[in-house]
């Protein structure tokens, strides 16, 4: 009797404290996303107010280094220890690394609005999307290949990104810093292996002005449930002016 009143009791610790772990997990899930969604807002409305300024080629932009908003994938955030996060929590405000911020891309149909840094390190794909370094400049009479992560926990950046495979036509706005607005209508999408990614990230693969959105494909098919891609397949939109 005593030993079934016990194991009740242990039981209930036991939920408890599995509760209350799940809690504080989801609390810690939220306050990385909200302080990445934070400094991605910053960075747009820094943009902005330069383009209400006149313009500039390009903006410097302070982030936050810390591991502790590093997202999904990246080294350092699984199986991460109570005193790691609490170290890392304290580098927020401490460590910072300066980015060039060259735009603001937006997707008006799936309601993404990112800015853009000319850089695709881990750090500044946390806090939007990146220019491929080897791609053209954006309005060049090249590709210009954009990445950006598909955020899974937050649902931003590019977590519907593969849902434009039905979107054909829809508009991509990229408007740089120094205010010039780029308009783009989606003209194909591909999946296409790691191994195969190569020629989407070389300014050469067109001749003339295209703009390609990338991310991870991986995973289940939106449209069609009984696909499922395995790991190192990414997604690609092919976008082209649309005058």
């Known amino acids: 009797m005593h030993n079934s009143k016990t194991l009740k009791i242990i039981g209930k610790t036991v939920l408890v404290m599995l509760f209350l772990f799940g809690l504080a997990f989801m609390c810690i899930g939220w306050i990385k996303n909200h302080a990445r969604q934070s400094v991605s807002k910053d ?94 400049n954006i309005g060049d009479e090249a590709n210009c290949t954009i990445f950006g992560h598909r955020m899974r926990q937050s649902k931003t950046i590019f977590w519907q990104l593969q849902t434009l495979e039905k979107h054909i036509g829809e508009e991509v706005i990229v408007t740089t810093t120094d205010g010039i607005r780029h308009t783009y209508k989606i003209y194909d999408t591909v999946y296409v292996k790691d191994a ?48």
């Not at 383009?51 to 982030?63: L, P, Q």
């Not at 790991?231 to 976008?239: D, M, P, R, S």
């Open 43 to 136: 960075a747009v409305k820094t943009v902005e107010s330069v383009i209400e300024d006149g313009g500039e080629d390009k903006v410097t932009f302070e982030v936050p280094i810390s591991d502790f908003l590093a997202v999904d994938g990246e080294l350092g955030e699984d199986d991460t220890t109570l005193d790691e996060l609490m170290r890392e929590m304290s580098e927020l405000s401490s460590n910072h690394e300066t980015l060039t911020l060259i735009g603001i891309l937006e997707i008006p149909c799936l309601e993404v609005k990112e800015p853009i840094w000319d850089s695709c390190s881990s750090t500044a794909l946390r806090f939007g999307v990146g220019r491929f370094p080897q791609t053209a």
């Open 196 to 243: 195969a990614i190569d020629p989407y990230l070389t300014a050469e693969l067109f001749d003339t002005e295209h703009l390609c959105l990338a991310t991870c494909g991986y995973g289940q098919d939106p449209y069609n449930k009984k696909i499922y891609r395995a790991k190192n397949t990414e997604f690609i939109v092919i976008c082209v002016p649309a005058n």
